[in-house]
């Protein structure tokens, strides 16, 4: 049995380091399907064949926009241009603090506003998080678990999630929002103590995704409490989440930056 101990040590060591030290300049697979990057200029004039080939409607024309809150990243838009006009990246910073500012158009960059100091204050060195599936598919709330794995370790930035909205300084949804969940994440809401923010993660909870418009949706919710930030994605990235929430609370252990906005 002695065998195996030298033996998990050799494999361990091959591993090297799982921890992704620096959250800000990650070094991911360029087979990630990150950011769209849009060029326009190589738009034919009336061409509209990305615009029809989105599920969701996320691409319209003049200018070229690509709404993330309801992009897949699927690459039918990609495989439909014949131009290239719209290509991946691998850049997973991509959280807005505004469904506007999800908007994708060149020269413009997706970032989330800092929120006020009084919520920095509050939660800049310790966060908890409830997660709310209110009608997800487990692709996003799969994600959301990795968070707290080796590899991602949200905790040590003093985000972590709890099993409890009492507990929760911030609600986290996934999924549609759907009919039957409608009382559930409300309470889970209500439960939560003031001051609260609220999270959208990925496009079924930001804009209803491929399932936007069914009848079995109850999008009055997101319609009613105001947004402190949405990640976009299908499902995101953690390190669009852990990014994005930190460069939000511009926390004292990510830099020491001081809230300019009062976006809270």
Not at 66 to 88: K, Q, R
Not at 126 to 139: D, E, H, I, Q
Not at 186 to 197: D, I, N, Q, S
Not at 242 to 250: A, D, Q, S, T
Request: with cysteine.
């Amino acid at each position: 049995m002695n065998w195996r101990i030298p033996n998990a040590v050799t494999v361990r060591l091959a591993e090297g380091q799982p921890v992704i030290a620096d959250v800000a300049n990650a070094s991911l697979p360029a087979r990630l399907r990150g950011k769209p990057k849009l060029d326009p200029a190589r738009c034919p004039e009336g061409c509209s064949i990305c615009v029809e080939a989105c599920p969701t409607g996320a691409i319209s024309e003049d200018p070229l926009t690509l709404d993330l809150g309801a992009c897949l990243f699927c690459p039918i838009c990609v495989d439909a241009c014949p131009e290239g006009a719209i290509t991946w990246t691998n850049e997973y910073k991509m959280a807005a603090t505004s469904r506007e500012g999800l908007l994708l158009r060149e020269g413009r960059d997706i970032a989330p506003e800092a929120c006020s100091r009084e919520v920095r204050r509050l939660f800049g060195r310790s966060l908890k998080l409830r997660s709310v599936s209110a009608g997800g598919c487990n692709g996003c709330e799969l994600e959301l678990n990795a968070l707290g794995n080796v590899n991602f370790d949200m905790g040590r930035f003093g985000i972590e999630f709890v099993a409890s909205p009492r507990h929760a300084d911030a609600i986290v949804i996934s999924g549609t929002t759907t009919r039957a969940m409608a009382h559930a994440l409300e309470a889970a809401y209500e439960a939560v103590p003031k001051p609260r923010l609220l999270i959208l993660f990925g496009a079924c909870a930001i804009s209803g995704g491929i399932f936007q418009g069914s009848d079995q949706l109850a999008r009055a919710f997101i319609e009613r409490h105001r947004v402190d930030l949405y990640i976009p994605g299908c499902p995101p990235h953690p390190l669009t989440f852990i990014h994005g929430l930190l460069e939000y609370l511009r926390s004292s252990l990510w830099n020491s930056t001081p809230a300019k906005s009062p976006g809270c």
